[in-house]
């Protein structure tokens, strides 16, 4: 049973920087790919960043070159962060940390944390 539970979001200004954090308690391993998402007021969640089982990294074209996605492997469990630098006020939105399960492809969720970027 793997639980996750984001942290790191808050207000910030346009064009500055935020770092949020995702503790994956349980055996991570359990775990192929992670990612994070996010949801805007009235949007859909769409996918902002992930790292795929085979090591590869791939951002929406939205954010690339201002995000990072990493991930810190403490077994059992892992940390996932997402820096986030030069924010504007189309980044504002609950950015949910993501992971799917190698048995099933179930997908996990953590609770959200909500950026807002102010102009």
């Known amino acids: 049973q793997v639980q996750l539970a984001e942290s790191g979001g808050g207000l910030i200004q346009d064009g500055g920087s935020l770092r949020l954090s995702c503790v994956a308690s349980g055996p991570a391993a359990l775990v192929k790919d992670w990612a994070w998402y996010r949801q805007a007021p009235g949007k859909e969640r769409e996918l902002v960043a992930e790292?795929?089982?085979?090591?590869?990294?791939?951002?929406s074209d939205s954010v690339k070159g201002r995000f990072t996605i990493t991930i810190a492997r403490d077994h059992p469990g892992a940390t996932l962060y997402l820096q986030m630098n030069d924010l504007g006020p189309d980044d504002t939105a609950v950015y949910f940390c993501?992971?799917?399960?190698?048995?099933?492809?179930?997908?996990?969720w953590g609770q959200g944390t909500q950026v807002t970027v102010s102009s």
């Open positions: 993501n992971g799917r399960r190698w048995a099933d492809d179930k997908m996990l």
């Open positions: 790292i795929l089982s085979g090591g590869l990294i791939e951002y």
